[in-house]
């Protein structure tokens, strides 16, 4: 595996890794065959909509301070640039900072996809500069410019002389990749090619990949027991945090699927040892997280102490809560950085993981190696059905009509609320926190319990809402229309 | 050509179309794009429009072929077909829409090829082109009208002297747009008439077929719908009543409610009872206002529809004082400006405000910093800031509306108006 900075694009999840998205199986077939090499996708004969890796990999860099995301697209590809913009400035006031960038679309025309626009583009670049003097502007390419050949690569390397801050062709064209999360590695590439320098020192920082830092507070308390300061991506950084990241003392991310790419990359490049275990998610995910981060730093022995100080806190709690937990049912669709990190916490609750199912898979990460989380489960005897869907709501819909769980288990906004008119008592596992440590287990625990607890929203509306799918449909298996493995 | 949009007030013309399309009960579009659209398109218009989910279909729950690099450069019209053909078996459904994306479109898969296909063995599948970069949310929203007249609507025998079409009030696009339409229905139900809503009730695809069965349009915007209007007109002799926006405040409502009555010949007693009754409901309450009415001078920014209706209600009704007056629809005709504007001058009492036309975020907040002595700004979450920065009070009205939730909240009409009212004496 080699990571290339000389172009600014990267290549997809599937063309990189092997990833998929069509799969229905178990989790021990799934594992075996991502270590064999073996791993074919299942396309489908009706599909419905997935996501695209330009939103994803576009609101990433939306979410730095101070710069410029610039979608060169028709209007309707920055649509919900307004909600980002919002949820950004929250993310910010709730810190106590500001962040002034903007996520502007150039909203192109029928005309532009026959003459191009290049032209106007550098315009608006220009433009957008003299209005907001960002420290760093990001050009997105679309599914149009891919298609009619607009190069804006030849975009930025006109206007770097005359715009005095770092410019980054994204491309992120929409076709490219059905797993949006190949949008997470785009916005990784123009940080690593348009913002980072090469190290002049060590720091006593640490990288840390996340998404809505909501757990800010508590990691930062954590790792001054450990002497090292961590620096959180992208929500809230900053260019000149950014221009460090080489610096530091290892990379750590809250999410597989988010961290690899950036991860590997700083480490190939400019050496800086990248946390692969488990995710802290649980008993387990944390302590075996902490410990490898502790031996890396170099401060294992605190790491030791800091354990057994919160386990004396905690453990009691949580061994009464597993009495709760104990048997009830659930079956969750979330990214594979999650799903296969969190079916592992339910099980170590006493939860039943009835069917998992994960957006896409990585059948290895960017240094070559099946995923930590999936050797795990296999190690300590787990064998679950599971199947691979890019947010197939139908599929999902017939999974819990089948095997009517306790609760379905979602993290993807917009998808629990079919659950919940299915009568399915739904959580939505939206803050990447929520099962953070010992605190989040017992925060995720309860969560699970009240949610179960109180049905009367699904009962009443199941009972008074029709879905838009046929008896036909239900009483198929959820991979009928999965076609033959390629 | 390209411009900057910087928080742009809708989706594209696939947003526009997916959003009106499936307003109708047991309709059901086919993506024919790339795999984000829908995500993106969902998210635009019903989750940026107070915060919702579309109620059948929408987002993760809708068909799409997801095309992939491949399929853009060998063509993807076999994937289509297998598409329907799934959708066919797995949706119970009145209707399918195949719509083209910007992907589809560009490389010329002739979506409407494959409806006919469908057509021929009597299913009910129709195609929209529909590729976003034809233009905004609007523009969707009269490629949908265009599609129902060519496609659905069928010639009546004859009118139905009590029966109108609602028409102008864009579903998801604008925040309000169930309470509004029910808020319009019920005053016109007191009138004794039947309504075409087509997006609420549990009306569909059946409604628009029979449409051509109405006595007349009501359509209650200052620029849409022009082509529907002359078809409706020119091929099934439906004339229509244009209505610069949705009425709101009694003033206004009442003038509306003669039109209507006038323009159908309804019994005049009737008209007259139903005003009175009604204006006696909305003033008992404004009678027990809060003390103070006139210490505001504001700002509005929104769709036409909205800063017509708002600032002719707050200045002819209520005594504030409108100071700018920002207009944020993407137009292009001269004349539609200028009856806009017109309309926003005209004001019975208060001074006219200062009328500018831009879909720009920058522009509006540049607007804005010139008129540091308004107390309250009603427009938009992208407004939101501005107000932070002169102190003034924030109202969102106008979409995008991220920042607060909404099912039936009518601000128009009679009792619209009270509404709204409430939300601007709430958080003082």
Known sequence: MSINLNESSVGTRENRLGSITGYSGRLSDLVERSHCGTLGNHERCFSQSSTCNSSCGLSQLAGIRDVAVINHAPSGCTAVAPGIATLDRQMATKRGVTTDTVFIGTDMDEQDTVFGATGPLKDIVREIYRRYHP??????ASCVTGIIGEDIDSVVDDLRDEIPVPLAAIHCEGFRSRIWASGFDVADQAVMTSLVKPPKQRSNKVNFKNFFESARDEIIDIFSNFDVEPTFLYVNSTVD?????????????????????????????????????????GVTGFETWLREIGKVIGKSDKVEAYIAQERAKYLPQIEKLKGELEGIRVVLGMGPGYTFEVTRVLEELGMEVVWAAAWHFDPNYDNGAVPPSMDHLLKNGSDFKLSITDQQNYEILNILDHYQPDIYLSRHPGTTVWAIKQGVPALCVTDEYMIFGYRGVLRFGNSVLDTIRNRSFEKNLAARSELPYTDWWYQQDADALMKEEL | MSTITDSPRGTCALGGVNATITALERVIPIYHSGPGCCMQN???????????????????????????????????????????EGALEIYDADAFFLLSGCTSGIIGDDVGSIAKEFQERGEAVYAIESPGFLGESYRGFELAFEAFLDQIVKPADEHEPDLVNLLGIMPYHNPFWQGNIEELTRILERLGLRVNTFFTRHQGIEDIRTSSRAALNVIVSPWLLRSAEEQYQERFGVPSLRWPGPPVGATDTTAFVRAVGETLHLDHTLVERVIAEEEDYVYSYLATTPEGLSWKRFAIVGDAATVVGVTRFLANDYSLTPAVAIVTDPMFRDDDKAAIARQLTTLEYAQPPKVVFTTDQWEISQELRLHDDVTLLIGSTNDRESAQESDAQYVPISYPVTDRLVFNRSIIGYRGSLTLIEDIFTDL
């Not at chain 2, 969902?42 to 799409?64: D, F, K, L």
Request: aromatic content about 6%.
């Open chain 1, 135 to 140: 420290r760093a502007i990001f050009i997105g």
């Open chain 1, 241 to 281: 945090e950014l221009e460090h990241l080489s610096e530091a003392q290892a990379t750590i991310s809250i999410c597989g699927t988010l961290g690899t790419y950036l991860g590997n990359a700083l480490e190939e490049h400019y050496g800086v040892p990248y946390i692969r275990t488990i995710n802290p998610l």
């Open chain 2, 42 to 84: 969902s998210a635009g218009e019903a989750g940026q429009s107070g915060g919702r989910s579309p109620y059948q279909v929408g987002s993760v729950s809708t068909p799409c072929t997801n095309m992939i690099e491949r399929d853009i450069v060998f063509g993807a019209l076999d994937r289509l077909r297998e598409t329907t």
